[in-house]
């Protein structure tokens, strides 16, 4: 369960956003952590290594927990790292939260232009197909 750890917290924390900004959880957006660490590093290769290092500390902590914490059960331990990894990426969220919001409103500008297109070019068909049933 701990290799699934950051597909898992970070797929939950998107659809949980999306949910309360009343967005499809399947809308595309630039929200994920991948996304987010790309903002702050500015490089693949240092955004890797940090989802590399977070995997390795929760696969760790995972095989870890017999010697650590004895007695906290399975369910403990899921709650107590899926806190445990929001608390992780805390930092990074804080850190790029206005870079996020300036790409968000580049996204609805970029949908408002797509979808005006759209509509005028729905409404030149309807026109010429009225002309031409005229």
Excluded: C
């Amino acid at each position: 369960m701990a290799i699934l750890a950051y597909p898992l917290v970070d797929t939950l924390r998107v659809f949980f956003l999306r949910a309360v900004r009343g967005i499809s959880p399947f809308n595309p957006d630039q929200n994920h952590m991948h996304h987010r660490l790309m903002m702050r590093h500015n490089s693949h290769r240092k955004t890797a290594v940090f989802v590399y290092l977070y995997s390795i500390a929760f696969i760790l902590l995972a095989f870890a927990r017999p010697y650590l914490f004895p007695e906290l059960n399975e369910e403990g331990m899921f709650f107590g790292m899926f806190v445990l990894s929001f608390l992780w990426f805390l930092p990074v969220l804080m850190k790029t939260r206005d870079a996020h919001q300036q790409n968000v409103e580049k996204l609805k500008k970029l949908a408002l232009k797509k979808q005006s297109k759209t509509l005028k070019k729905k409404e030149s068909n309807s026109n010429e197909s009225a002309f031409v049933a005229l």
